[in-house]
Every structure is written in C-alpha cells, then in structure tokens.
C-alpha cells in the first residue's frame, strides 16, 4: 500500500515557527489557540501581515521548524508496513527544497530520498492513503484519507481525522 505523508502541519511544525518568528519580531505572545479556525496570518493584525508572510521565504525557515510530536517513531513504524512517500508542494517556496531535504535527513533518515517527492500540485499523486491538513489536497485524492488536525483546519469536514501522531498509528498501525 502506498501512503503519502504531508510534511508542514504534518510532521514539521511550520505554524508554530511562524509564530515564534513573528512573536520574536513584533515583542509580542500570539499562541496557535489563537488561530483556531483560520490560517495562523489571520490571527495577527492586518497591517503585519505583509511582513509577516516574507517568514516562508526566509533562508533557514523551513530547515530549522520542529517535527510533529511523535511523528518520527510512528512514521518510522509506518515505513514497516506501508510503501511511505513523503510528499510536500515545496515549489510553493522554491528556497525549501535544500532545506526541505536536509530537514528530512536530519530528523527523517529512514525516508530514502528516492520517497521524497517535492513537487507542485498533489493532485498527480495516485497511491492508497493520503496524510494532508489541506482540504485542497485532500478532497481530489482518489484513496483513502486522512485530515490530520493543524488550527486552521478544525472546521473542515469530509475526511476521517487524526488529531495527533498516536492517533495516526491508531488508524493505520
Ligand atoms: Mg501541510
């Protein structure tokens, strides 16, 4: 069975770091709680968000986020059972692929770079399971899928959910 596995909201923590640079630069406190229900730039005031929205393009912005608790132990118990493919829309950000890489092999070094797929839209991919938070994604994926929950999904309906990593390997272990 082939999975494919989302990286940012998924196993990297890319809201949190946005947060945490956003916070450093403007001396202030904006928690993920706060973004419920809406993308993280829509929990900071307008007149930021300019600002803001460079974060994603900033050198060593994508190398230096957080895996997803647990995401490594169970995905590493995922690569066991299933044929597991990382796949993340880094053209978005052309700057993340190297960084995007030597994240994965630094705190992922059992994904082969030959089950890295960073590529542009998702919706070429045909496989079994999809992990993704992006409905966008998600909703066109012909195999079985999974939400997993980021702050701005958590209104979204349609898919079977996971709120965290050990859910994850509830679903699928
Ligand atoms: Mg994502």
Redesign the pocket.
Known sequence: MILFV?????IAD?CGAFLERYNLEFNESVTLAQCHGREVWEGIPEERRDVARRYHHEDGFFRNLKPIANSQEILKALTQKYNVYIA??AMEFPNSLREKSEWLDEHFPFIHWKKRILCGDKHILKGDILI???SF?LDPFEGRTIM?T?PHNVNSKGHQRANNWQEVGELLL
Do not use: G, I, K, W
């Open positions: 989302d990286m940012d909201e998924v890319a993340s829309a993704d938070d992006r994604n997993f980021s």
